[in-house]
């Protein structure tokens, strides 16, 4: 049962186009998480939101940009797609320290 | 490099098996994490110890963690062909607010 949800589930979009992965929770957390994760592979954090108006970069450097505009809304942003942004993208939300992580079910992205 | 080390990287036990998978993990830690991903899903939390925890229980789910060798393991008894998935560990490290560093991940196949 999500209460984090991704849209879209996968997209497949041509170089050059300007792509927004989409990322919601109900639970009223206040920290947000952006994971890349290559097919077999570990997650490496790209991005993180400790608020509204919180953003800060993850340990692996990516071209994307995070917004933080409302509690339950954590976009992430490609101004352009390239091939090497081909991977899977995935959100998940925390409540306070020490807690688990929630997550969604991903986004697909294939850039062609 | 990664705080997190699973291994064995793969396993593939009969349906009825116990499962064991290890972590292991470089620096001090809040709590370590384990969790599941079913093939193309996000990841469900399995189960949270706390650094001053050595054992914790969870239906068929056992882990334990001894922070003088900083390494873990997690116990599935009696798998089942449902069990099959890939199983991270992560740690919060301290210091780190909450942001986990994730393992590579063991993928378990349970044969019917």
């Known amino acids: 049962e999500a209460d984090i949800y991704q849209t879209p589930r996968y997209l497949v979009i041509g170089t050059g186009k300007k792509i927004t992965l989409e990322c919601s929770q109900t639970m009223g957390h206040d920290k947000m998480y952006w994971y890349q994760q290559d097919p077999g592979m570990e997650l490496h954090l790209i991005h993180y939101s400790y608020g509204v108006n919180s953003t800060e970069k993850g340990d692996l450097s990516s071209e994307s940009t995070v917004s933080r505009i409302r509690t339950e809304h954590f976009p992430l942003t490609l101004e352009s797609a390239r091939p090497s942004h081909t991977s899977q993208y995935l959100c998940?939300?925390?409540?306070?320290?020490?807690?688990?992580?929630?997550f969604g079910d991903g986004t697909r992205l294939s850039i062609l | 490099s990664q705080q997190g080390e699973e291994d064995p990287q793969a396993l593939s036990i009969q349906e009825g098996e116990n499962a064991t998978m290890n972590c292991s993990y470089k620096t001090s830690i809040n709590n370590l994490q384990w969790y599941r991903q079913n093939s193309g899903r996000g990841l469900v939390h399995l189960i949270l110890i706390r650094s001053n925890e050595r054992e914790k229980h969870s239906g068929r789910l056992r882990v334990t963690l001894d922070t003088s060798k900083k390494s873990s393991s997690l116990l599935i008894t009696a798998s089942r062909a449902a069990d099959t998935a890939s199983y991270f560990c992560?740690?919060?490290?301290?210091?780190?607010?909450?942001?986990?560093?994730f393992g590579k991940g063991i993928t378990l196949s349970v044969r019917p």
């Open positions: 998940a939300s925390s409540p306070p320290q020490g807690q688990p992580q929630h």
């Open positions: 992560a740690t919060d490290a301290t210091g780190a607010n909450s942001k986990l560093t």
